[in-house]
Structure formats: C-alpha cells, structure tokens
C-alpha cells in the first residue's frame, strides 16, 4: 500500500547512500514491499523483475525460506557473541567451507561486515605484514581509474571512479591509479592484443617508478563492477599478477561481486582468469544478501610469514564487533547449500551465452554506444548524440529517464550514471532473460 506518510519519513531522516543533495527530501524513490525468486514488488504492487539482484547480491533469489529459518533459528539459539575471545560453531564451519571452495592455500577466512571493510581488512594486513617483516616503507597500493573498491576511508582510497572523488578527501600518496583498462578506451587504430601489452607495461613502469621497495600490493576487481562491467583484454589478470610476483608485490583480487557464482564459480580468480591470488576479498553472494557480512581470504603462505615464531608478540589489531556474526554465517551457510543442491552454479554457466547474447542484441540502438559483459554481469552504456560520455549532469539525465521506462514496464535497473548494468538473481530462468531484455530494450527505445 502506497502510503505518503513513510514516504516523508524516507525523505526527512533516511539519508542514503550516494545523496543526491541539491535533490536530499524531495526524492522519488521506490519502495520495495515484498519478492519472490527474480521478482520485488513495490508499494504501488507493482511486480518487477531485479535486474541487478539488489545490488550484485541475491544470488539464489528471494524468498528462501530455508535461509529464513536458518537465521531464525541461529538467533533463537545464539544471536550474538563477542568474537574477540570467543568463537561461534556457525562461523567456524562456514570459514571452513569458504576455505574449501577458494583457490589452492586461500585458507584464512577473516570475516567483516562487508565488502569495504573486507578491503579495509586485506590493506590493513597487507601493512601489518609489512612492517613485521621490516618493511616499513612497502605501503603503496596499486590500483587502477573506474575501480571500485569501498566506502571506508582506506577502501575509498584504493577506488579510482573519478566522478565519485568529486567532494570527498583521500590520503595522500598511498595509491597509485593505472589508466583505464577497457578495451573500448583503446586507440582507433590500435589492436586489442597491443591494448593489453599496454596495460601491462602500465603496472610494471608504475611499480618501477614507484620503486618495488615502496609498493606493498596490487588490487583488482576481476571484473571492473561499479566502474561499468569492464571486463579486461583475456590473459590481463594472468600477465598482472605475473609482473607483481616478479617485484614481490601481493595481488589482491576484489572479488566482492565475482564471487559466489556470479561467473558461474564459487571464485572468478582461479577457474575464470587462471590466476592463484594472495588475498582474495568477497562479500554480498557471500550471504546472497540476506545479511551483511564479507571476508578477506589470506594464503597460507602469507599467514605462516607472520605467524608463530615470527609473529610473536604481534597482534592484528583490526576487527569488528560483527566479525563472524552467527545468524550472518547461518544465512552463508544456508545459501551455499542451495547454491550447491540446486547447481546453481552449472545453470549461470548454461544461461550465460543467452544473457551475453540478449545484451549484445541491443547493440545498434540509437542510445548504445556500448555493450559488455561477461557471465551474468552486462552493461549498456548509452550516450546521448552517440559520444562515449556526455556532460555528468546529461548522463545521469539520461541514465534517470532509461531508469523510470524501465520501471514503468516491470523492470528494476541499476543506472550507474549513463550505464544500465544487469546482474540478476543467478537462478533467473531463460523466459526472464528474455523479459528483462525485452522491457529494456522498449525503454531505451522510449527515451530515444
Ligand atoms: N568491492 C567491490 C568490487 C564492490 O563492488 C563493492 C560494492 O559494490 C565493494 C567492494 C564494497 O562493498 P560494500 O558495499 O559491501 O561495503
């Protein structure tokens, strides 16, 4: 039931991620009741399909019971206890079954409270590591432009998307930003394989300019997610990590999206881009978004490095009251037992071609002026007049209006300025793919 007194209640004390503020308690924004499998329903009662599964999160879908009664019955029996000094089973066993699925000696599971603080979390070892080895003077983070890596001081620090760094302050000196790795940036006249020769060169001459004594790690997203789904030329993640071990720089990979099948794996890092990585941070499909919670996944070689003889007297000083939370574990827990009973997994592998060929389908509309993506992560960046970008105040204008079609025909998007990204619930059928494109393409066709 629409009801005007929750909308002014919204606009008067809710203050939200990313306020707008010339617009702060005049918004419009939609109110989410109620949902089923790929499907919410507003408070008009109105059904729309998710097309990015809340925010890159809602893997198995909505309405699952099974995760419902876990966390239930996990507050029933423990709702909370301090993880300092004490531990929780729930946690314990689903650290364990982390630890399983992610690549080779990734076996230290420190859990957070999402996906920024899991990268506040991994820099923070990366530091700590650091200066127990002394090192003290090995803190660079390379990261690179359109990355987007957190909203805590240290992970805003790594995250390189120009148009957020506006009004906000940033350390000093600690990261150092590698161009833009789309393909699409290329030169007009210069291949894709020459491209990717470019970008590697990029990271290595940084690391050397930067000098490798002064350069603690490399962060990247396997896929650049809220930088727009760019996916980097193929063999990119395999030649990077190369470079870094050559100058002993760690490679942390930001798996916060990719994670938890989003590619069609439990991680993107090994059985999508090949490569072994030192810290692996994930979060959102971690608990398919019934509860906060995220991880920085340590190798056993890092962890040995600064533990046991070598580590005594050393305490890693950083941590949460929620760290390891028993009903956010007992939603994980839950949700990776669908995941694995329903094979979830093996059906984002099997829809995929369909979603990839359905976005590159809107291609040649007149709005588009690119098309991405990879397993059930899509973008469609539009522009007015055909340009790459327009004016920030055109683009978010239109990525407004492409928005609103949208939902006035059934489908939630995700406007990230002028970029429509898709990325629904994993167990989207194929009938819903062909929906979710559908509307989609009568909106942008609209607005044109
Ligand atoms: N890392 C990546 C790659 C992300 O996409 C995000 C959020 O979208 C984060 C980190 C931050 O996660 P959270 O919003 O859970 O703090």
Redesign the pocket.
């Known amino acids: 039931m629409e009801n005007t007194n929750v909308k002014n209640w919204d606009n008067d004390h809710f203050m939200h991620p990313w306020e707008g503020m010339g617009d702060m308690g005049q918004n419009e924004r939609a109110f989410l009741e109620t949902s089923d499998g790929v499907y919410v329903t507003n408070d008009k009662g109105q059904k729309l399909i998710d097309g990015p599964a809340g925010?890159?999160c809602v893997q198995v879908g909505y309405g699952r019971d099974e995760i419902a009664d876990a966390m239930a019955d996990q507050a029933r029996k423990l709702a909370y206890f301090s993880p300092f000094n004490n531990t929780n089973t729930v946690a314990a066993e689903f650290a364990r079954e982390i630890a399983k699925r992610a690549p080779g000696d990734l076996n230290h599971v420190f859990f957070t409270?999402?996906?920024?603080?899991?990268?506040d979390s991994a820099i923070r070892f990366v530091h700590f590591r650091n200066n127990l080895l002394g090192k003290p003077t090995k803190k660079k983070i390379i990261s690179r432009q359109k990355?987007?890596?957190?909203?805590?001081y240290l992970?805003a620090a790594v995250s390189g998307k120009e148009r957020d760094r506006l009004w906000l302050d940033k350390p000093d000196g600690l990261a150092h930003f590698l161009p833009d790795v789309n393909p699409l940036m290329r030169g007009p006249d210069q291949s894709v394989d020459d491209f990717l020769d470019e970008k590697i060169a990029d990271l290595e001459n940084a690391i050397l300019d930067l000098g490798p004594e002064n350069v603690a790690a490399f962060i990247a997203?396997p896929v650049l997610?809220?930088g727009g789904v760019i996916v980097p030329p193929k063999g990119y993640h395999k030649r990077c990590i190369e470079v870094c071990h050559a100058h002993d720089v760690l490679y942390i990979s930001?798996?916060?999206?990719t994670a938890f099948g989003r590619l069609g794996h439990w991680f993107a890092s090994k059985d999508v881009f090949d490569i072994q990585p030192d810290i692996i941070?994930c979060?959102?499909g971690l608990t398919s978004g019934y509860a906060?919670m995220?991880a920085a996944i340590f190798s056993d070689r890092l962890i040995d490095s600064v533990s046991g003889d070598k580590g005594q007297g050393a305490v890693f000083s950083n941590g949460y009251t929620y760290s390891g939370h028993p009903v956010s574990a007992a939603a994980g827990m839950a949700s990776m037992n669908i995941i694995e009973r329903e094979g979830i997994l093996e059906h984002v592998r099997k829809v995929t071609p369909q979603f990839q060929a359905r976005l590159h389908g809107l291609a040649d509309l007149d709005l588009v002026v690119d098309t991405r993506g990879t397993g059930l992560m899509g973008c469609i960046q539009c522009s007015y007049g055909g340009s790459k970008n327009g004016t920030l105040d055109q683009d978010y204008e239109l990525g407004a209006k492409i928005d609103t079609a949208c939902q006035s025909k059934g489908l939630v998007l995700r406007p990230l300025i002028n970029m429509c990204v898709m990325s629904p619930p994993l167990v989207i059928s194929p009938q819903q793919i062909d929906e979710m494109f559908y509307v989609l393409e009568g909106a942008i066709k609209a607005v044109t």
């Open positions: 925010m890159w409270t999402g996906g920024s603080t899991a990268v990355a987007y890596h957190g909203s805590t992970s997203e997610a809220s930001d798996e916060v999206v941070t979060a959102k906060p995220g």
